[in-house]
């Protein structure tokens, strides 16, 4: 039996008019645990098994401090030795990024390893899932994540990419490997799916179980956050092409054992990321035949010009999203000759849970 016990939160819901506190009586079961994502050695931030967190601050000087995350802000309470305890509603399974917000300023919390993500560096919390054996670190052959500096003229700097290469890619020294590229979402950046996704790990545990063919996964910066939120239709997609498309994958194709043709590359991001996939592979249809967009862009059948260039589209969302529209179009495409296959992410929302999954369930699928 669970030990509950009742706890009185000031709980301040985040409302469209302003500020609305509401205060109410809540049980919360006592079986917190630190996260996989803490700091080594911090107690704090907690998770229990209702997916409530729990954090703690040191601010004796402070004179109001709350917990922010999804997007609500929950009050924390100070003790006799200035230490600040709060906990949030439950949350969804998967990854989130949070914050501490003392006096008006938002910080990260000290206990949290920190993660690029909302266009910061700050804190991220682990909420335990029933599938997070999917990217668990497992007694498997690993790939390797390569930081490389590649040049690029067109911006005239060096900018950063990270290849994953599968296991066995440094023995095997004469075979060569399709190739995806990845791209993450607004206000995120090229260390996004490497470490919040779990990228390498999702792909070491599917080669492992022989669920997937070894293939090199390329990450870099989208050049995204640039544009303010909302500005989606100012953004220029023709940058960030020239560098992907006429610096990055020369680039790669010189410097690892890439299987340099369209059949064995591929596209694909999440949120923004899809909108930048599909505008990319539409534009160039020369480059990329398999193509995943993950809670974003969406296909129609007439807006895939050669569909013999075409080998995949894959596209997901979380249930909580509009799963309705993904089903609704890669149903289209399926009927229109199109080989497309569509995947839900059951409780999730927007969010890195589901973009996990649906590197799962699409790389599953990849050059086959």
């Not at 999702?202 to 939120?229: H, Q, R, S, W």
Request: aromatic share 10%.
């Amino acid at each position: 039996m669970k030990q509950k016990r009742t706890t009185v939160l000031i709980m301040a819901l985040a409302m469209a008019a302003g500020m609305h506190c509401a205060q109410a009586q809540i049980a919360i079961v006592e079986d917190f645990k630190p996260t996989p994502v803490n700091q080594p050695g911090s107690p704090f931030p907690q998770v229990n098994s209702e997916g409530r967190v729990r954090t703690q601050i040191l601010a004796p000087d402070a004179k109001r401090v709350q917990l922010d995350i999804g997007a609500v802000k929950y009050e924390m309470v100070k003790d006799e030795n200035g230490v600040w305890t709060g906990e949030s509603a439950p949350q969804d399974v998967g990854f989130h990024y949070y914050q501490l917000n003392i006096d008006g300023a938002s910080v990260p919390d000290p206990g949290s390893l920190f993660f690029f993500g909302a266009c910061r560096w700050g804190s991220g919390i682990e909420i335990p899932s029933d599938d997070q054996d999917i990217f668990a670190l497992k007694n498997v052959p690993h790939g390797h994540v390569h930081e490389v500096l590649f040049p690029s003229k067109s911006t005239n700097t060096s900018r950063r990419a990270f290849i994953y290469t599968p296991p066995g890619y440094e023995q095997e020294t004469s075979k060569r490997y399709p190739v995806l590229y990845l791209q993450h979402g607004y206000c995120e950046n090229e260390y996004s799916w490497p470490m919040q996704g779990r990228a390498n790990l999702i792909m070491d545990n599917l080669i492992a179980e022989g669920k997937a063919n070894p293939f090199i996964i390329v990450m870099t910066y989208g050049m995204t956050n640039e544009i303010k939120f909302g500005g989606l239709r100012d953004f220029d997609i023709k940058p960030f092409q020239t560098v992907l498309v006429d610096e990055l994958i020369p680039y790669v194709d010189t410097h690892f054992r890439t299987l340099a043709d369209q059949k064995h590359r591929a596209m694909a991001g999440l949120s923004m990321g899809s909108m930048e996939t599909k505008t990319i592979v539409m534009n160039r249809p020369e480059v990329f035949s398999h193509i995943g967009l993950f809670s974003g862009a969406l296909f129609q059948p007439d807006e895939v010009k050669n569909k013999a260039n075409v080998k995949l589209i894959f596209q997901s969302t979380g249930s909580k999203e509009r799963p309705d529209a993904v089903k609704q179009s890669t149903e289209a495409l399926k009927q229109a000759g199109i080989n497309a296959a569509w995947y839900v992410s059951e409780g999730t929302a927007h969010e890195f849970h589901t973009w996990r999954r649906s590197l799962h369930q699409f790389a599953q699928l990849l050059f086959k």
